[in-house]
């Protein structure tokens, strides 16, 4: 059964950092492809970032050079390095098995002065 859990959210003022936490477990697979998505009030929820097993990335164009995905193996952790954030940033964020439908918690991040 796979289990999911999200950490690392918080409150931070434009311009700053946080890292997100995807603690993993029930994944058979070191080869699954792995995504942080959000979702912003009224929104719908998006992918803005993927992983490979081998760990080959993919960005949406709103977090290009602003945030890195990686992923522990060893430690069956997927992170998300988010910089530079700014108020449209805020949302809760979500990690999960590309394609898959049932969904953690999330972590809030909220972008605000």
């Known amino acids: 059964q796979v289990r999911l859990v999200e950490s690392g959210g918080g409150l931070v003022q434009p311009g700053g950092s946080l890292r997100l936490s995807c603690a993993a477990s029930?994944?058979?697979?070191?080869?699954?492809?792995m995504g942080w998505y959000r979702q912003s009030p009224g929104k719908q929820r998006e992918l803005i970032a993927s992983i490979t097993g081998h760990s080959g990335t993919v960005y949406a164009a709103a977090v290009r050079g602003r945030f890195a995905i990686t992923r522990d193996n060893a430690a069956k952790t997927v992170y998300l390095q988010m910089n530079n954030l700014t108020p449209e940033d805020s949302a809760v964020y979500y990690c999960?098995?590309?394609?898959?439908?049932?969904w953690g918690q999330g972590t809030q991040v909220t972008v605000s002065s």
């Open positions: 029930g994944i058979a697979s070191r080869d699954t492809t």
């Open positions: 999960n098995v590309l394609g898959r439908t049932t």
